[in-house]
Nanobody
């Protein structure tokens, strides 16, 4: 049974930083693309960042480029999201996701339908 467990969310002032972590179990971690998505109240789930199976390629939503950094440690079976210069509009529930899709195109990384497994989410709240 695949499980993804997020941690590290919380309340932070605008301009601050948070680091989210996701620990996986029940899967061959290095065979999965890992991604982070977020969902604000009343909005659809949106892509934030993704990292390739080897960790050699990363992808970001335009809204977080230069502020967020995704990384993975295949030995520790974890993926992290370092979030800097946080803004109130970053407030959302953040979800870790895993997908075993073949990456024929970089577009696949951005599509939530490509990810088969999801964590329960962790709340990030940025106050102004």
């Amino acid at each position: 049974q695949v499980q993804l467990v997020e941690s590290g969310g919380g309340l932070v002032q605008a301009g601050g930083s948070l680091r989210l972590s996701c620990t996986a179990s029940g899967l061959t971690f290095s065979s999965y693309v890992m991604g982070w998505f977020h969902q604000a109240p009343g909005k659809e789930r949106e892509f934030v960042a993704a990292i390739s199976k080897s960790g050699g390629s990363t992808y970001y939503a335009d809204s977080v480029k230069g502020r967020f950094a995704i990384s993975r440690d295949n030995a520790k079976i974890t993926v992290s999201l370092q979030m800097n210069s946080l803004k109130p509009e970053d407030t959302a529930v953040y979800y870790c996701a895993a997908g075993s899709f073949t990456t024929y195109s970089s577009v696949y990384y951005y599509d939530p339908l490509r990810y088969h497994h999801w964590g329960q989410g962790t709340q990030v709240t940025v106050s102004s």
